[in-house]
């Protein structure tokens, strides 16, 4: 049975950190590129970052820049979003996604078929 698995949210302070995992089960993630996307409440679902199936090349919105490290375990058939300085702005639930394009888009788009079920985030004092 193909399936992504979303972990690794929790609750956390402003300024903190945490690192959300996605693990693949019945195929291996080195095939596709993965997309991480979040929606907050009331909002429509936006991507955050993503890392591309020919060589890795990743890329982040605007929001998230210099804060989110994207990276992928072979081994562990996982790929890792680590996220630092959260802010209050970035709590959501947070998916990941595969998608088959050689180089990955930071687009919400039928291009990523495989979803995982989401883990939620949440940063506040």
């Known amino acids: 049975q193909v399936q992504l698995v979303e972990s690794g949210g929790g609750f956390v302070q402003p300024g903190g950190s945490l690192r959300l995992s996605c693990a693949a089960s019945?195929?291996?993630?080195?095939?596709?590129?993965i997309g991480w996307f979040r929606q907050a409440p009331g909002k429509g679902r936006e991507a955050v970052s993503c890392?591309?199936?020919?060589?890795?090349?990743?890329y982040y919105a605007g929001s998230v820049e210099g804060r989110f490290s994207i990276s992928r375990d072979r081994a562990e058939n996982t790929v890792y979003l680590q996220m630092n300085s959260l802010k209050p702005e970035d709590t959501a639930i947070y998916y990941c996604?595969?998608?088959?394009?050689?180089?990955?888009?930071?687009?919400?788009?039928?291009?990523?078929?495989?979803w995982g079920k989401g883990t939620q985030v949440t940063v506040s004092l």
């Open positions: 019945g195929f291996t993630l080195d095939d596709y590129g």
């Open positions: 890392i591309s199936r020919i060589d890795d090349s990743t």
């Open positions: 996604a595969t998608t088959e394009l050689p180089y990955c888009r930071l687009v919400v788009a039928p291009t990523y078929g495989h």
